[in-house]
C-alpha cells in the first residue's frame, strides 16, 4: 500500500498546483508579461579572433512589470507573482 502511493506521488508530483486561468476567457495556456521602463544592457567580451561572446545581461526594469492573458489580453497582474515562483 506505502509503496503504490510512493509510485503516484513521483509520477504526479504537482497535482495539487493551482494553474493560472484567466478569470475572463479561460484561458491558460499563453501569457504575456509586459515590463516598462526596460533599460537592456548586455555585457560583451571580444574574442582573440574578434568574435563576441555575452558575458552578462544587466537590464534594469525601471517600471512596472503588468502580466495579461494571451488571449483576451485581461490584466493578470494579480497572478504575476505566482507566475515568477513556477518560472523554471
Ligand atoms: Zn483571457
Do not use: W
Amino acid at each position: 500500500m506505502e509503496l503504490i502511493r510512493e509510485n503516484e506521488r513521483r509520477q504526479a508530483p504537482r497535482k495539487n498546483v493551482m494553474r493560472i486561468k484567466c478569470p475572463r476567457c479561460g484561458n491558460d495556456g499563453d501569457f504575456l508579461e509586459v515590463a516598462d521602463g526596460v533599460v537592456l544592457t548586455t555585457r560583451y567580451v571580444q574574442n582573440e579572433d574578434g568574435s563576441f561572446s555575452q558575458e552578462g545581461d544587466e537590464s534594469q526594469i525601471l517600471g512596472e512589470i503588468k502580466f495579461y492573458c494571451g488571449e483576451c489580453n485581461a490584466d493578470l497582474t494579480e497572478f504575476h507573482q505566482r507566475f515568477l515562483e513556477m518560472l523554471f
